[in-house]
């Protein structure tokens, strides 16, 4: 199993920025890359970016390109979001998931996180 861990989220106003973390541990080498999904109050949880451990080829969603960036500290086995800009509609709880290839991630993560929420104020 992968044990997913995020910490981050929080209150805002819009124009501000947060940065998200996620922790990795336990069977972390069964997994080679991470992301971020977000799901607002009666919307279906969409995904957000995604990063490979090995390299940078990073993908996000068309809603957070130019103001979301995903990056990684393999040191740490840690997955960072920053967002910059934030908008009342990033408004959502963000899930860090796990996976085996960026497309098995997109689609079908086997390993999540239990969430943190971010509130962005108008």
């Known amino acids: 199993q992968v044990q997913l861990v995020e910490s981050g989220g929080g209150l805002v106003q819009a124009g501000d920025s947060l940065r998200l973390s996620c922790a990795a541990s336990?069977?972390?080498?069964?997994?080679?890359?991470m992301g971020w999904f977000r799901q607002a109050p009666g919307k279906e949880r969409e995904f957000v970016a995604g990063i490979p451990w090995r390299t940078t080829n990073t993908v996000y969603a068309d809603s957070v390109k130019g103001r979301f960036t995903i990056s990684r500290d393999g040191t740490k086995n840690t997955v960072y979001l920053q967002m910059n800009n934030l908008k009342p509609e990033d408004t959502a709880v963000y899930y860090c998931?796990?996976?085996?290839?960026?497309?098995?991630?997109?689609?079908?993560?086997?390993?999540w996180g239990q969430g943190t929420q971010v509130t962005v104020s108008s």
């Open positions: 336990g069977r972390t080498f069964a997994t080679n890359s």
């Open positions: 998931a796990a996976g085996q290839g960026i497309l098995i991630l997109r689609t079908s993560p086997p390993y």
